[in-house]
Nanobody, 123 residues
Framework: QVQLVESGGGLVQAGGSLRLSCAASGRTLSSYVMGWFRQAPGKEREFVATISRSGIITDSAVSVKGRFRISRDNANTVYLQMSSLKPEDTAVYYC?????????????????WGQGTQVTVSS
């Protein structure tokens, strides 16, 4: 069992930046493929970015490509650096962990989820 805790959300003006963090309590995340998803009000949760166990391979949604970057350190934390934020990026952001596979864009590929952190971008 992995418990994931997101942090770093908040209120920011359009064009600003935020860095989200996702940490595991009590264990390393090095054996998990990690992903970030988000859910805006009234919408379904959607894929944002994913990173391989090694950190070498990443993938991100078209809507955030070039603005968001996913990364991980050698142990317990995965990051989502968000720049050039837009009001449409407003959502609750979730990190997720997968024990199997190479990581992907589907929620079903991830077994463990955090509680989410709110990101609000004002215009």
């Amino acid at each position: 069992q992995v418990q994931l805790v997101e942090s770093g959300g908040g209120l920011v003006q359009a064009g600003g930046s935020l860095r989200l963090s996702c940490a595991a309590s009590g264990r390393t995340l090095s054996s998990y493929v990690m992903g970030w998803f988000r859910q805006a009000p009234g919408k379904e949760r959607e894929f944002v970015a994913t990173i391989s166990r090694s950190g070498i391979i990443t993938d991100s949604a078209v809507s955030v490509k070039g603005r968001f970057r996913i990364s991980r350190d050698n142990a317990n934390t995965v990051y989502l650096q968000m720049s050039s934020l837009k009001p449409e990026d407003t959502a609750v952001y979730y990190c997720a962990a997968a024990t199997k596979g190479l990581g992907g864009r589907e929620e079903g590929e991830y077994e463990y989820w955090g509680q989410g952190t709110q990101v609000t971008v004002s215009s």
